[in-house]
């Protein structure tokens, strides 16, 4: 037998140490921040930080969860901003018939165009990056035709949901936190959930097991654009207005970002929830730790690479 030089042999644990991280790296990371933090910026434990903190990621993880589940399956949203926008306009546009009507026409909105990159994606056959960044353009086009320039808001019931909150607990962070359970149901209990992972993991093999796969596909589109839409009424609601032109700009790179740290590779067939909310909040904390500290915000964008290529490098797939 031929011996196998010792400098080609893989380092012994290696693979154990990469796979730890991309499970557990994101919450280590976390918590270093925290304690970070807690001992060396002011006023950082104290509670209305803490609720600033997660009203302003709030509408991150809810977009960050249809990110997820359309990453899981192996595709890419770059629309999800562009919802956001869509969602605020028609908010705007309908909130002479009250603030439910005008929610549930946000809602349909953002289903509309979840399906029509879902069409495009699994019926048309598109590329997702191209489906989905034609409708960035379209999508964040419409909204600005459709309000042009931003409006406040008035209603009382989307005051309070921006504005109040149970238990101290703001009532835009409980939405989020109840979106990511039933997300995390979906994905762990569901059957949908795991036809999802194995369309992701393999789609010619799930079509030869007999899934519908132009259906899941479909599907995982319409979600995220039914949860890009609830975050644009959440950020509505947070700012007492609607503002199509600024409105979730650059979410879904935010959204990208957090599914990736999270540990969701981007090859497909694996849906991380917890660690896509823990990715959000770990983005967050650290523009938070750079602003507070009074370091540029090149700083963050510098950080925030790292991060991402450490997520990537830990999740590549191994051969």
């Given at each position: ?255 990208i970002t957090a599914v990736v740290v999270g540990g969701t590779p981007l ?49 590549r797939e191994r051969r």
């Open positions: 037998m031929k011996a196998v030089p010792v400098a080609a042999r893989p380092l012994p644990g290696r693979a154990e140490l990469l796979s730890w991280l991309q499970r557990y790296g994101v919450y280590v990371a976390v918590v270093v921040l925290v304690l970070f933090n807690a001992a060396f910026t002011p006023n950082f434990l104290a509670v209305g930080n803490f609720r600033t903190q997660l009203l302003q990621v709030a509408p991150v993880v809810v977009v960050s969860l249809g990110m997820a589940l359309v990453i899981g399956a192996e595709g890419i949203d770059l629309s999800v901003g562009s919802v956001m926008a869509l969602s605020a306009s028609m908010i705007a546009l309908y909130l002479g018939y009250g603030a439910w009507p005008a929610m549930l026409m946000a809602i349909l909105a953002g289903a509309v165009v979840g399906a029509v990159g879902g069409t495009l994606v699994a019926v048309v056959g598109v590329q997702p990056i191209v489906a989905t960044l034609a409708l960035l353009v379209g999508i964040r086009g419409l909204a600005n035709v459709l309000l042009p320039q931003l409006k406040e808001i008035g209603n009382p019931t989307l005051t309070a949901l921006g504005s109040e909150s149970v238990l101290g607990v703001p009532y835009v962070v409980l939405v989020a936190v109840a979106l990511t359970l039933l997300v995390l149901f979906v994905v762990r209990k569901s059957t949908f959930g795991r036809q999802v992972v194995a369309v992701g993991g393999n789609r010619v093999a799930s079509e030869l097991a007999g899934l519908p796969v132009r259906r899941i596909l479909l599907l995982v589109y319409v979600i995220s654009g039914v949860l890009a839409a609830i975050a644009g009424i959440l950020a509505s609601s947070r700012l007492q207005a609607s503002d199509p032109t600024s409105l979730g700009l650059f979410m879904e790179l935010s959204a090859s497909g067939g694996r849906v991380r929830v917890l660690g896509t909310v823990m990715g959000a909040l770990l983005m967050q904390l650290l523009q938070a730790t750079l602003i507070k500290h009074n370091l540029p915000q090149s700083w963050t964008q510098m950080a925030q690479a790292v991060i991402i290529l450490a997520a990537v490098y830990a999740a």
